[in-house]
């Protein structure tokens, strides 16, 4: 295996980008940025630790629950997870941040770089009631970056096509992966994980 140890040799393999393509990156959220976050119920998170080691969390909600402050800022509310707290504590080691949004059904996505701070204003808070419920805390991102994503990855994957979904049976039942995975004395029932995750949602 060669291993490819510079950029001149990267682009070699590679065509150059067309003009499209470059062109496309913003500096701010224009009209079809906002609409794709209006309508996005999942995103990933990635950030990077002082251990220099990257990491990447997924995040979802229901639709409406990304807010825009303005054409540079975004609001994500951080609902209750594992308590690891791993992209918190990496955006206070480096605010710098990577999110991708999503949107069902959509093969395109929405990329948007920049930076991170955590806040805890009530006001900003009380943006994200849900079921008189409010987060302990809210990601605010400064967009530097920000351009829409081409449907390759998700045409290639098929992911929304459901005939192409993994079986369930080829799988063992995630109590059996969660005894493993975790070192756990005994299995969870898969009812024990759904009532969790209904108990602890928000």
């Not at 998170?45 to 990304?66: E, K, Y």
């Not at 701070?117 to 419920?133: C, I, M, P």
Request: hydrophobic share 45%; proline share 5%.
């Amino acid at each position: 295996m060669a291993k490819i140890a510079d950029k001149a040799a990267l682009r070699r393999l590679y065509a150059e980008p067309v003009h499209e393509v470059l062109v496309k990156e913003l500096p701010l959220l224009d009209v079809h940025c906002r609409a794709l976050l209006a309508e996005s119920r999942f995103y990933v998170i990635a950030t990077q630790g002082a251990d220099g080691l990257g990491d990447v969390t997924p995040r979802g909600d229901r639709t409406g629950q990304i807010q825009v402050l303005d054409d540079r800022t975004i609001a994500l509310p951080d609902w209750p997870g594992n308590n690891r707290l791993d992209t918190l504590t990496n955006i206070l080691d480096n605010p710098a941040v990577g999110l991708l949004f999503v949107v069902p059904g959509l093969s395109e996505t929405l990329r948007v770089n920049g930076t991170a701070e955590l806040r805890d204003d009530a006001e900003l808070k009380a943006l994200f009631e849900t079921n008189g419920r409010l987060p302990l805390s809210v990601v605010v991102v400064t967009v530097r970056q920000a351009y829409i994503q081409c449907g390759k990855a998700f045409l290639r994957s098929q992911l929304w096509k459901p005939e192409t979904w993994v079986d369930r049976s080829v799988l063992p039942p995630m109590g059996v992966i969660f005894r493993d995975h975790c070192q756990l004395g005994e299995v969870l029932s898969e009812q024990a994980i759904a009532d969790d995750y209904k108990a602890t949602l928000y």
